[in-house]
């Protein structure tokens, strides 16, 4: 834990993730070329779903990271709350506009596929309904941080806003599971066989999402130390006016 700590000083930080992001970029083009490529042209079309089912291999990878990048939030959040480091809070922030983009992913290729399967683009169905919910509070969590000039006070304030917002995050992943009278199916990918999808939409499914998180974690480094490079400008920019 003490060497984890480190990664708290912006400028190891900066150091080592800038050493690591050409591989996992490479990583994440590969995977998710590799991944859309097989799901989409060389697996078979669903027997019920036709070729409405390969709208999977982005609708569930999207879903999946929505839920999760907001749970990355929630961590880091803590972590400012409690240890005060600037790196966790500004990769919160760093991770709001990916997890933003994923969640509207989610929703939009869900009714793409909604609307063949259940005769309409949208329902008020528990999950797609804390889905919106869970937008709406990645909107609110940037809205909030671009309303507040000091940048301690914002984190602060985020990092409430994103302890109230993971109750969404805990709702859009279990809501099938709590309201069982919702159109949405259970969940697609399962270490239960009983209730997985067939093995030759497995594979490029694992591929896709493995393609989405190196994506992210692409993503918020760069945006990560893009927050850290804009935090030290404006502290210059402080002092030069003080002096």
């Known amino acids: 834990m003490a060497s984890l700590w480190e990664y708290a000083n912006p400028l190891k930080f900066m150091r080592t993730s800038e050493r690591v992001l050409p591989y996992v970029a490479g990583a994440a083009l590969l995977c998710l070329v590799g991944g859309l490529v097989w799901g989409f042209f060389f697996t078979p079309d669903d027997y ?34 409690v240890r005060r480091h600037h790196v966790s809070a500004l990769a919160a922030r760093a991770a709001a506009p990916v997890g933003a983009v994923m969640t509207l992913i989610a929703l939009v290729t ?15 169905d528990p999950r797609l309904t804390s889905f919106l919910i869970l937008f709406l509070f990645y909107l609110g969590y940037m809205a909030l941080w671009a309303a507040i000039d000091d940048d301690d006070t914002a984190a602060d304030l985020t990092s409430v806003l994103c302890l109230v917002g993971s109750v969404f995050a805990v709702l859009s992943r279990y809501a099938v599971n709590f309201w069982n009278q919702g159109l949405h199916q259970g969940a697609s990918l399962s ?5 997985n999808v067939a093995d030759v ?43």
């Open 191 to 195: 270490l239960d066989k009983a209730e």
């Open 110 to 124: 869900g009714a793409i596929w909604g609307q063949p399967m259940w005769g309409t683009w949208w329902v008020w």
């Open 48 to 81: 019920r779903q036709g070729a409405t089912i390969k709208i999977f291999y982005l609708h569930v990878p999207s879903a999946m990271m929505a839920i999760n990048i907001w749970v990355m939030m929630l961590i880091t959040s803590l972590v400012w709350l």
């Open 201 to 243: 939409f497995w594979y490029p499914a694992l591929l896709c999402i493995a393609g989405f998180v190196l994506l992210f974690v692409t993503l918020v480094i760069i945006r990560t130390n893009t927050e850290i490079r804009a935090r030290r400008m404006r502290a210059l920019l402080a002092r030069e006016q003080v002096a």
